[in-house]
């Protein structure tokens, strides 16, 4: 379309290529969400039991039970469908949050848009670290290089300019290098990507730990349920020859058994964390990297940006030649050739913040400014190890500049100086490296412009001097620091900067162990054994590359550390990747960072990685405490339908599939719901993290849980055999053993909040719909007992208030107990 670069597309025009060729965006194969996930609930065992339970009540004559059952089955799949669609509803609202943005020009403004709103026409800023969301064609460029390995194989970077015949650019390659302007000429499927049939999102996800935990503990209970159902039917079957009642009986303990709660509890907390991080200004790419937050240990943060302001003023100048130092913190001082040089090697159109400093500086203090009268000739990006970057430029009259200037390092290797002068460089670049400043060198070439070589390398240096910049530490970072240790989590600051540098800035923010820096060389002449003994006690890496940054994180996890790494820039991808917890800048983050992370900071502030650690304990814990409940509650109902078969009691059917349904449908939103909304414990963020191979499902985890069962069930059946006794009726009998189990149920959700903490601690912890819920369970038990048609469809007798009150008491014994567990074993020991 030849569009203006300057104006880009109008809205008009927009709007009728976006009629034209659709959103950027590959077409995918239909389906609709709630047909899936409607396919979900009906496959899940409780509601086949459900449908095999109303089945056989209709054809026992039994219609009103077969309604109940019916009416049941839409209950729970109404419940499902609810929080599954609440959690889809949070995570679709991340991914959007996460999705990749492109920078356009339109109506002659610079805008940010969604990179599915691109159409053909669309004039595109690209910049480094941005993964290019569409086919186009290059406009105009500044020492532009892409990565295009995905379509081509070649790890190499290409380079691309305005005026090559290399100047088309493609979906989903990646910028390496500089920055250009280009025109989009496809989008969607009609991109080279799209049309060979790739996608960026082809990586399948793995399941977490506790994910493949829960798995296997519901397989176990589906095994198991279905061994007791063949039981009781056959058992109920012997005994009573009657087949469809022996069915109901088997299907009363196979509906018992099943702990279909616990997956749906997993997943709303998981997909809700990951919408409360979002609150908190932390965007999941994937809710299950909330169940990892909780377990971190250590820390790798980047420097710059993350520890530090990234505001990288100028504060110093070292003239090489005149042996002259400038300071630029007090007034203003005299026009000199390391700026200027410093001016001609960076980006015309700077968007690095040194860069902006230095072109700020040149026009500030330059007698005359000459940038409009020079046209590049040649751009060399930033590259080599140790990195440097070199321009060329020439004027109408043929005066010609070279500039470079990289890492110390790398600059001295490409001049003629001797090992003297370079040892006294280096010196002055460390005394400066120790106030904490990031120090670079400035040099120039006066090979002949119209004979450049293909390699900056192949060129040789007169070393002009040394350029410092101050960026201060964030305010708050001493006290996130201070917020991660209590936590009994490390920090260890990882950066591409001088050690002296990062030691200097570890000091300023007390960073544990400042004193002593490694460098990428050293991590990379280490073998495996001296490296994980360094990385326990060393937290200041220095001169940190790719390979030396992935060679750390992996030493860290050999040692059994679960690592967060921060990362900004293109080369973080693999760290990140290689990390427990990627974790991207949200301002500043390349897109390659944000698309390799599974944590985005939305304001690049560390500070919320501390209320994101402590949202991970949050939920891991109240995980836990929904799991301790369900199993403590379904104790006592797989057992008050199971011993009085096994006994040979007189009434051996007390629970009914009916009975055992309505039990479910209050367990279900009180661990679903009330868990999930309860605060953290107050010595959560001063306890030292969880090891990530803790299970929920062990012994020592549910050996509390399982006496509460045991306990509970003891006193239902106990208030029942004495009843039973007595010669009471077998509706009497089950009415109060159903209304001690309800009154236990009531306790055990106040008991359960808390294992360290004792009820009159948590009832003052804030949880609206805890009352709620709590009140609706009363009512439904109430109803139970004291509506005629309620009672009658429950099969109850009615009972008197004493009754009511020694059910009453006898659940809060048989649950209460607990709380001078609780008090025995952290009060008085945390006392001695």
């Not at 940010?112 to 159409?119: D, N």
């Not at 990195?387 to 890492?407: E, L, R």
């Not at 964030?474 to 009994?488: P, S």
């Not at 012994?699 to 004495?722: D, F, H, K, N, P």
Request: proline residues 4%.
């Amino acid at each position: 379309m030849n569009t203006d670069i300057k104006k880009g597309l109008t809205d008009a025009q927009v709007q009728m290529l976006r009629e034209k060729h659709g959103k950027n965006q590959t077409t995918e194969k239909n389906r609709s969400v709630f047909l899936h996930a409607l396919k979900d609930v009906v496959t899940e065992p409780l509601f086949i039991l459900l449908v095999f339970a109303a089945l056989i009540y209709f054809l026992s004559g039994e219609i009103q039970e077969g309604i109940i059952m019916i009416a049941s089955l839409f209950f729970v799949a109404g419940i499902s469908l609810y929080q599954e669609n609440r959690s889809r509803n949070a995570v679709e609202t991340l991914k959007k949050l996460a999705a990749p943005q492109a920078t356009v020009i339109r109506n002659g403004q610079q805008q940010i848009i969604p990179s599915e709103e691109l159409v053909p026409g669309d004039i595109l800023l690209l910049e480094d670290g941005n993964s290019i969301p569409a086919d186009g064609i290059i406009r105009e460029s500044h020492d532009f290089s892409v990565n295009e390995s995905i379509l081509t194989g070649e790890s190499l970077s290409v380079d691309k300019n305005a005026s090559d015949t290399n100047n088309l650019i493609f979906q989903g390659t990646l910028v390496v290098g500089g920055a250009c302007v280009a025109e989009v000429t496809a989008t969607a499927d009609q991109t080279a990507l799209g049309k060979i049939g790739k996608t960026m999102q082809s990586v399948e996800e793995s399941k977490t730990p506790l994910q493949l935990q829960i798995k296997r503990f519901v397989q176990y209970m589906v095994g198991f349920g279905i061994i007791a159902f063949i039981t009781v039917w056959t058992l109920n079957y012997l005994s009573t020859r009657n087949l469809l009642d022996s069915l109901l009986s088997g299907l009363t303990i196979a509906m018992s058994v099943l702990p279909e709660e616990i997956p749906v509890a997993f997943s709303t907390f998981m997909a809700l964390g990951a919408y409360h991080l979002y609150k908190k200004k932390v965007i999941a790419r994937s809710p299950h990297t909330v169940e990892t937050l909780g377990a971190a240990t250590v820390i790798c943060s980047d420097k710059t940006g993350t520890i530090t302001e990234n505001a990288m003023q100028l504060a110093v100048i070292y003239d090489y030649r005149k042996e002259q130092t400038y300071n630029y913190t007090e007034g203003t001082p005299p026009f000199n050739e390391v700026l200027e040089y410093a001016m001609w090697a960076s980006e015309i159109t700077p968007f690095d913040n040194m860069e902006k400093a230095i072109h700020a500086w040149y026009e500030k203090s330059s007698p005359q400014d000459v940038r409009q009268a020079f046209h590049p000739v040649r751009e060399y990006p930033l590259g080599g190890k140790p990195p440097i970057m070199t321009h060329a430029f020439q004027d109408d009259k043929g005066n010609s500049v070279i500039a470079c200037k990289g890492s110390v390092e790398g600059v001295l290797q490409q001049t003629s100086l001797s090992a003297e002068e370079r040892s006294r460089i280096q010196q002055v670049a460390a005394s400066y490296a120790a106030k904490g400043y990031r120090i670079l060198a400035v040099a120039k070439s006066v090979h002949d412009i119209h004979q450049l070589p293909d390699s900056q390398h192949a060129l040789s240096f007169e070393l002009l001097g040394l350029i410092g910049f101050y960026d201060p530490p964030k305010e708050n970072i001493r006290e996130v620091l201070q917020d991660f240790y209590r936590a009994g989590i490390e920090v260890k600051m990882i950066t591409g900067d001088y050690a002296e540098t990062a030691m200097a800035i570890a000091g300023q923010i007390q960073l544990h162990n400042n004193s002593v820096a490694v460098t990428g060389n050293e991590v990379m002449t280490m073998d495996e054994k001296s490296l994980q003994q360094t990385v326990k006690t060393c937290n200041v890496f220095a001169r940190m590359f790719p390979e030396a940054k992935m060679k750390v994180i992996q030493a860290l996890k050999t040692n059994g550390e679960v690592v967060a790494m921060t990362g900004d820039g293109v080369n973080d991808g693999p760290a990140l990747k290689a990390a427990h917890i990627g974790i991207a800048m949200g301002l500043r983050g390349s897109e390659t960072a944000k698309k390799a992370a599974s944590l985005i900071i939305m304001d690049d502030d560390l500070g919320h990685m501390v209320n994101a650690v402590a949202l991970g304990r949050r939920i891991y814990e109240n995980l836990k405490k929904a799991i301790q409940y369900i199993i403590s509650i379904h104790i006592p109902i797989i057992l008050i339908v199971t011993i009085p078969l096994l006994l040979s009691w007189t009434f051996t059917d007390i629970f009914t599939p009916i009975h055992v349904i309505f039990l479910e449908l209050i367990m279900g939103p009180t661990c679903s719901i009330i868990f999930e909304r309860e605060p953290i414990e107050a010595d959560s963020m001063q306890k030292k993290p969880r090891k990530m191979t803790t299970t929920f499902f062990s012994l020592r985890e549910l050996s509390i849980s399982i006496i509460q069962g045991l306990v509970i069930t003891a006193a239902c059946l106990g208030i029942g055999y004495v009843y039973l006794q007595k010669g009471y009726d077998q509706p009497h009998v089950r009415t109060i053993i159903y209304a001690t189990l309800l009154f236990s149920n009531l306790f055990l959700t106040l008991a359960n909040r808390s294992f360290r903490y004792s009820i009159f601690t948590t009832l003052r912890y804030k949880n609206n719909l805890l009352p709620i819920v709590l009140a609706l369970s009363v009512a439904v038990l109430l109803a139970s007992l004291y509506v005629p048609p309620v009672r009658n469809l429950f099969d109850f007798s009615p009972i008197s208030g004493q009754e009511v009150a020694l059910s009453l008491g006898i659940a809060f014994a048989a649950v209460m107990w607990v709380e001078i567990y609780k008090y025995i074993k952290y009060q008085i020991s945390d006392r001695k």
